[in-house]
Protein backbone atom coordinates (compact mmCIF):
# COMPACT_ATOMS: atom_id res chain seq x y z
CA UNK A 1 0.00 0.00 0.00
CA UNK A 2 1.16 3.54 0.88
CA UNK A 3 4.02 4.38 2.55
CA UNK A 4 4.63 7.51 3.97
CA UNK A 5 8.80 7.91 3.53
CA UNK A 6 9.47 11.14 6.42
CA UNK A 7 12.80 11.50 5.28
CA UNK A 8 11.72 12.02 1.11
CA UNK A 9 8.87 14.12 2.49
CA UNK A 10 11.60 16.03 4.44
CA UNK A 11 13.64 17.10 1.75
CA UNK A 12 10.50 17.88 -0.77
CA UNK A 13 9.64 20.34 1.91
CA UNK A 14 13.02 21.56 2.25
CA UNK A 15 12.65 22.09 -1.53
CA UNK A 16 9.31 23.76 -1.40
CA UNK A 17 10.81 26.49 0.75
CA UNK A 18 13.77 26.65 -0.93
CA UNK A 19 11.75 27.58 -4.34
CA UNK A 20 9.62 30.01 -2.69
CA UNK A 21 11.98 31.82 -1.35
CA UNK A 22 14.25 31.86 -4.30
CA UNK A 23 10.57 32.74 -6.11
CA UNK A 24 9.82 35.43 -4.04
CA UNK A 25 13.48 36.98 -4.61
CA UNK A 26 13.84 36.86 -8.06
CA UNK A 27 9.89 37.06 -9.77
CA UNK A 28 7.61 37.89 -7.30
CA UNK A 29 9.85 40.90 -5.25
CA UNK A 30 10.06 42.65 -8.39
CA UNK A 31 6.93 42.28 -9.87
CA UNK A 32 5.09 43.50 -7.23
CA UNK A 33 7.89 46.86 -7.16
CA UNK A 34 6.94 46.92 -10.94
CA UNK A 35 3.40 47.39 -10.47
CA UNK A 36 3.83 49.58 -7.57
CA UNK A 37 6.00 51.94 -9.52
CA UNK A 38 3.54 51.64 -12.44
CA UNK A 39 0.50 52.36 -10.00
CA UNK A 40 2.67 55.33 -8.75
CA UNK A 41 3.66 56.83 -12.28
CA UNK A 42 -0.22 56.44 -13.62
CA UNK A 43 -1.40 58.45 -10.11
CA UNK A 44 1.44 61.05 -10.89
CA UNK A 45 0.24 61.49 -14.90
CA UNK A 46 -3.29 62.07 -13.59
CA UNK A 47 -2.44 64.46 -11.38
CA UNK A 48 -0.40 66.00 -14.17
CA UNK A 49 -3.49 65.53 -16.29
CA UNK A 50 -5.85 66.89 -13.62
CA UNK A 51 -3.52 70.09 -12.93
CA UNK A 52 -3.10 70.77 -17.08
CA UNK A 53 -6.80 70.41 -17.60
CA UNK A 54 -7.47 73.18 -14.70
CA UNK A 55 -4.46 75.10 -16.48
CA UNK A 56 -6.22 74.79 -19.88
CA UNK A 57 -9.26 76.22 -18.78
CA UNK A 58 -7.42 79.43 -18.03
CA UNK A 59 -5.58 79.53 -21.41
CA UNK A 60 -8.61 78.74 -22.52
CA UNK A 61 -10.51 81.54 -21.30
CA UNK A 62 -7.18 83.82 -22.34
CA UNK A 63 -7.73 82.64 -25.97
CA UNK A 64 -11.31 84.14 -26.09
CA UNK A 65 -10.42 86.63 -24.80
CA UNK A 66 -7.48 87.60 -27.02
CA UNK A 67 -9.92 86.36 -29.88
CA UNK A 68 -13.07 88.92 -28.81
CA UNK A 69 -10.32 91.34 -28.51
CA UNK A 70 -8.98 91.02 -32.09
CA UNK A 71 -12.86 91.07 -33.06
CA UNK A 72 -13.54 94.21 -32.02
CA UNK A 73 -10.15 95.28 -33.49
CA UNK A 74 -11.14 94.27 -37.02
CA UNK A 75 -14.56 95.85 -36.41
CA UNK A 76 -12.74 99.16 -35.84
CA UNK A 77 -10.40 98.64 -38.93
CA UNK A 78 -13.08 97.65 -40.84
CA UNK A 79 -15.53 100.11 -40.11
CA UNK A 80 -12.55 102.80 -40.08
CA UNK A 81 -11.92 101.52 -43.92
CA UNK A 82 -15.47 101.94 -44.95
CA UNK A 83 -15.56 105.52 -43.26
CA UNK A 84 -12.69 106.50 -45.55
CA UNK A 85 -13.36 104.65 -48.93
CA UNK A 86 -16.77 106.59 -48.60
CA UNK A 87 -15.04 109.92 -48.32
CA UNK A 88 -13.09 108.73 -51.01
CA UNK A 89 -15.39 108.19 -53.20
CA UNK A 90 -17.52 110.81 -52.16
CA UNK A 91 -14.62 113.38 -53.22
CA UNK A 92 -14.02 111.40 -56.65
CA UNK A 93 -17.89 112.01 -57.04
CA UNK A 94 -17.80 115.63 -56.65
CA UNK A 95 -14.70 116.08 -57.95
CA UNK A 96 -16.32 114.48 -61.33
CA UNK A 97 -19.73 115.86 -61.04
CA UNK A 98 -17.42 119.71 -60.45
CA UNK A 99 -15.63 117.95 -63.85
CA UNK A 100 -18.83 117.20 -65.93
CA UNK A 101 -20.16 120.63 -64.86
CA UNK A 102 -17.85 122.18 -66.58
CA UNK A 103 -17.84 120.45 -69.86
CA UNK A 104 -21.63 121.02 -69.71
CA UNK A 105 -21.00 124.81 -69.43
CA UNK A 106 -18.18 124.28 -72.26
CA UNK A 107 -20.65 122.61 -74.40
CA UNK A 108 -23.24 124.73 -73.41
CA UNK A 109 -21.36 127.80 -74.72
CA UNK A 110 -20.03 126.18 -78.04
CA UNK A 111 -23.46 125.09 -78.45
CA UNK A 112 -24.57 129.16 -78.00
CA UNK A 113 -21.55 130.15 -80.15
CA UNK A 114 -22.61 127.95 -82.97
CA UNK A 115 -26.04 129.39 -83.05
CA UNK A 116 -25.27 132.31 -83.74
CA UNK A 117 -22.82 131.74 -86.09
CA UNK A 118 -25.51 129.63 -87.70
CA UNK A 119 -28.29 132.70 -87.31
CA UNK A 120 -25.47 135.11 -88.66
CA UNK A 121 -25.08 133.22 -91.63
CA UNK A 122 -29.13 132.48 -92.13
CA UNK A 123 -29.30 136.21 -92.30
CA UNK A 124 -26.32 136.85 -94.68
CA UNK A 125 -28.41 134.21 -97.02
CA UNK A 126 -32.01 135.96 -96.69
CA UNK A 127 -31.38 138.51 -99.33
CA UNK A 128 -29.65 135.67 -101.96
CA UNK A 129 -33.15 133.67 -100.45
CA UNK A 130 -35.47 136.53 -101.44
CA UNK A 131 -33.62 136.89 -104.76
CA UNK A 132 -34.12 133.56 -105.67
CA UNK A 133 -37.97 133.47 -104.77
CA UNK A 134 -38.36 136.65 -106.29
CA UNK A 135 -37.18 135.29 -109.88
CA UNK A 136 -38.72 132.23 -109.35
CA UNK A 137 -42.03 134.04 -109.03
CA UNK A 138 -41.35 136.25 -111.99
CA UNK A 139 -41.30 133.13 -113.67
CA UNK A 140 -44.37 131.77 -112.78
Known amino acids: MLDINLSLMAVM ?45 ALQAKAQANLDEAKIRAAKMRQEVVEEGKSKTSEALAQKQAELEAEKARYAAKLEEEKVTLQNALLSQIPLVKESLKAKFSQL
Do not use: C, E, H, W
Open 13 to 57: LAVFFIMLYQLNNKLYKPLLKFMDDRDASIAKDMDAARNMSGNTD
